[in-house]
């Protein structure tokens, strides 16, 4: 496994994990407003 996959692999994981987190972020900020 070379270095250019490895990275690929961890930049499309942070992504999947942060997904939820940005939509819980965006979701509580929404809810403060309200």
Do not use: E, H, R
């Amino acid at each position: 496994m070379n270095l250019q996959v490895l990275s690929q692999l961890i930049a499309l994981t942070l992504i999947v994990l942060s997904g939820p987190i940005v939509i819980g972020v965006l979701a509580f900020n929404k809810a403060s407003y309200l």
